[in-house]
């Protein structure tokens, strides 16, 4: 038996209308057990729309959707997959208890409740009722309810929207904990930060398609890539010739400032063939490759941007 | 081999009809202080104003109308019961819990049935609470009257749970039973819940016997009234027939829609 055969998430050429909006466009997305992948997107971008066919909660107008090799829904009745909606998803006049137990009676075997509550850092609200729980509160009571099912796959739709800061770290310190354990996590977000900091790996979507898919890094690259800096004697400035291309190059004052999307080839070249020193090299932040990618003056769809290789 | 041939379905037994379940949906409506006032307090109060002062007063046809204005109570409190309890798929929906329910392997029937049970559970607190109150206040029937009475007034309720489910599934309001509650007092009246159907005139006399109280109404008084006729239980089981198929396709519209 091996694990790596069949991946948390399958999905091919998803397409879906909503009348006259065409809200996802031809999106493939393939998951790996273990990843923590951040959804990334402005509002309306087809976060929620894609997430709700990936949950079987609404049906692909074309294209298929696999979890864990099943059928959506056959996937939710092993267990296999719980997700995090933004909002609703909780009964008022109940407890926090309650509800988790609840929840632990739809399935034939689940996690103790007190430990998910435990987990989820609410055990010390349970018999609080859910009216009565902040946001932050009412949030973790949605994880809590998805452990109970110990799912391979946790899917979370804009967790954090309308938390503060601290509840929002310690919601990610939550996550983050269970996710060191094996589970496989995919989260919607418009939060750059949230992207940056937790998730192993970066989808960016725009308008329906992925535009960028990558770690971090290689998102912060992909817009406008690094600036590399470095001091050259003005002597050797008929040396830049031979440089590899790159978008933009200035010379002023002894000081060499180059923008590429391959920072490490003009490092190299500078290295082994000029006399470039205090070399300095700074990848430009996820904001500007985001504000890059899904602007109105973005890369066009068809031409979306994926990295081969480990990711994880 | 793959992972995905290893784990086996983990849908719960029965399709999750189960005790928690219903224990936690039972402890929903007990909380809810106006299902309370809707189920057993109104009902109360239209006894003590129309049933008390003439409870030992014979009707037109010879029967005590003691008995016949609580027996018709106790069908009207135990039809709003279980309407109540059907129609709070509307506040589930309108909160989101339904949606959450289908991220588990929960069968939409099983889900249904638990409702059903529940309203069941709640109609039969009402009928008690209602004979309870009527045997305070000094109504007598022998014991075979109360149980058969009780019983009817019991298990027809279920139609009006479907009725509950049916509208609880078309509407998206919070406020449901604002809606049901006067529609309730309409059919009650209807029915000869609140008054015998021999005064109401013929026209209206007429209309009564399609109404979906009306059979039920009248099985649950044969006991003392003696009468019996067989378009009473087809009443019963064509209202039946049409909320729990309204029901159904409401409830799978709803299920696509969402």
Redesign the interface.
């Known amino acids: ?3 790596a ?2 991946p948390a998430v399958h999905a091919a050429g998803l397409h879906k209308s909503f009348g006259k909006v065409h809200a996802v466009r031809g999106l493939d997305l393939t998951v790996q057990p273990g990843e923590v992948v951040a959804f990334l997107g402005p509002n309306g971008a087809g976060k929620t729309t894609t997430i709700d066919m990936i ?4 049906a692909p107008d074309q294209g298929n959707v696999s979890i ?3 059928t959506p829904r ?1 996937a ?8 995090v ?1 933004q ?8 407890s926090v208890r ?1 509800t988790v ?9 689940s996690r103790p409740v007190d430990e998910v509550l435990a987990r989820a850092g609410i055990l010390e609200i349970a018999d609080r009722k859910v009216e009565k729980c902040s946001g932050g509160q009412q949030q973790r009571l949605r994880f809590a ?1 998805a452990l109970v ?1 110990d799912p391979g796959l946790l899917i979370l739709d804009e967790p954090t929207t309308g938390m503060d800061v601290a509840g929002r770290r310690d919601f990610w310190t939550a996550i983050r904990t269970d996710a060191q354990r094996g589970r496989t996590v995919i989260f919607a977000t418009h939060y750059l930060e949230e992207a940056d900091a937790y998730a192993d790996r970066i989808v960016l979507v725009r308008q329906g398609s992925i535009v960028a898919d990558g770690t971090a890094a290689q998102i912060k690259n992909l817009a406008s890539g690094r600036t590399v800096k470095a001091s050259l004697p003005a002597t050797e400035r008929g040396l830049l010739a031979g440089m590899p291309p790159v978008e933009g190059m200035e010379y002023d004052g002894g000081r060499l400032t180059v923008r590429t999307g391959d920072s490490d080839a003009v490092v190299r070249y500078l290295l082994n063939n000029t006399g470039a020193h205090d070399v300095e090299v700074a990848a430009n932040n996820l904001e500007e490759a985001f504000v890059a990618l899904t602007g109105d003056d973005a890369v066009p769809e068809s031409t979306s941007i994926t990295f081969e290789g480990d990711l994880v | 081999m793959s992972t995905a041939t290893v784990v086996q379905e983990r849908k719960p037994s029965a399709g999750g009809i189960n005790r928690t379940f219903l224990w936690i949906e039972i402890k929903r409506m007990l909380r809810n202080r106006r299902t309370i006032i809707f189920t057993v307090f109104m009902p109360a109060v239209f006894f003590f104003i129309f049933g008390l002062s003439n409870k030992d007063k014979l009707l037109p046809n010879g029967h005590s109308y003691g008995q016949y204005i609580l027996i018709s109570l106790t069908v009207y409190a135990a039809m709003t019961a279980a309407t109540g309890a059907g129609s709070q798929v509307a506040v589930e929906r309108a909160q989101g819990w339904s949606r959450q329910l289908r991220l588990t392997p929960l069968l939409p029937g099983a889900y249904i049935a638990v409702k059903a049970m529940a309203a069941l559970t709640l109609s039969l607190v009402a009928v008690v609470a209602q004979f309870v109150i009527g045997a305070l206040a000094g109504v007598t029937m022998d014991a075979q009257t109360w149980l058969t009475a009780g019983l009817v007034a019991w298990l027809g309720s279920l139609v009006f749970a479907a009725l509950g489910l049916f509208v609880g599934y078309l509407m998206p309001s919070q406020n449901v039973m604002q809606v049901l509650g006067p529609a309730l007092a309409i059919l009650a009246m209807l029915g000869g819940l609140f008054m015998p159907i021999e005064i109401m005139g013929e026209t209206f006399g007429n209309i009564a016997k399609f109404t979906p109280a009306y059979g039920i109404g009248q099985l649950a008084r044969s006991p003392i009234t003696g009468e019996f006729d067989w378009a009473w239980i087809v009443n019963v089981l064509i209202w039946l027939v049409i909320f729990v198929a309204g029901a159904a396709m409401a409830f799978r519209r709803d299920t696509k829609r969402v």
Not at chain 1, 55 to 58: E, I, Q
Not at chain 1, 76 to 83: E, P
Not at chain 1, 87 to 93: A, K, N, P, Q, Y
């Open positions: 038996m091996t694990t055969s069949v949950l079987g909660l609404s864990f090799g099943h056959g939710i009745a092993r267990g296999q997959v719980a997700a909606m909002t609703g998803g909780l009964l008022r006049d109940i309650e137990q609840l929840n632990a009676a739809m399935f034939d075997s309810m099912s």
